[in-house]
């Protein structure tokens, strides 16, 4: 069974650092695309990165610079390091699989979201 | 980025109902469309992608369609469990984008 477990969240002052974790278990994170959506308070879904399973690595504008994706394949865990955060950086954190079928890219499981919280 | 145009952003309606919801994309995406379902406090679930294909164990009242750059959600008869906020997602761009979201109340 495809499960996605996200931790790491917290509270952190403007300017702080954090870094996000996404244990998979049922798949092999390196064999496969993983992404990163945020959800800010009572607002919509947004992306934030992705990476490849060659290792290539893109994201938003919002977050360009300040944020790195990463794996560890021993651990089959996704990580998002966010560094100089911001107040509007506050969200639920969701890490997800990126599938490839019939020619088109979908999220087809996500894990259950961590809150990061940016304030003094 | 390609911008996600989605209408209506709230609609109330009744069980049984029949429901559409309407995205259109700035350009082009081809059947790059997905469609997301998303319950208070939860995850959003993949409903349809590419544009008309239904995931695995989605009830069949759910169906897609584009017409262009305009893509549909259609619920034929709505249910108690559908009351939720509906999402479509462009995967045409790296930088894929989501629509601001319809939430379907009840009436």
């Known amino acids: 069974e495809v499960q996605l477990v996200e931790s790491g969240g917290g509270l952190v002052q403007p300017g702080g650092s954090l870094r996000l974790s996404c244990a998979a278990s049922g798949f092999t994170v390196s064999s496969n695309y993983l992404t990163w959506v945020r959800q800010a308070p009572g607002k919509g879904l947004e992306w934030v990165s992705v990476m490849y399973s060659g290792g290539s690595t893109y994201y938003a504008d919002s977050v360009k610079g300040r944020f790195t994706i990463s794996r560890d394949n021993s651990k089959n865990t996704l990580y998002l390091q966010m560094n100089t955060l911001r107040a509007e950086d506050t969200a639920v954190y969701y890490c997800?699989?990126?599938?490839?079928?019939?020619?088109?890219?979908?999220?087809?499981?996500w894990g259950q979201g961590t809150l990061v919280t940016v304030s003094s | 980025d390609i911008q996600m145009t989605q209408s209506p952003s709230s609609l109330s309606a009744s069980v049984g109902d029949r429901v559409t919801i309407t995205c259109r994309a700035s350009?082009?995406?081809?059947?790059?469309l997905n469609w997301y379902q998303q319950k208070p406090g939860k995850a959003p679930k993949l409903l349809i992608y590419?544009?008309?294909r239904l995931q695995s164990g989605v009830p069949s009242r759910f169906s897609g369609s584009e017409s262009g750059t305009d893509f549909t959600l259609t619920i034929s008869s709505l249910q108690p469990e559908d009351f939720a906020t509906y999402y479509c997602q462009q995967s045409y761009s790296i930088s894929c984008t989501f629509g601001q979201g319809t939430r379907v109340e009840i009436k």
């Open positions: 350009q082009s995406i081809s059947s790059n």
């Open positions: 997800s699989r990126l599938q490839y079928n019939y020619g088109m890219y979908y999220f087809d499981f």
């Open positions: 590419a544009a008309s």
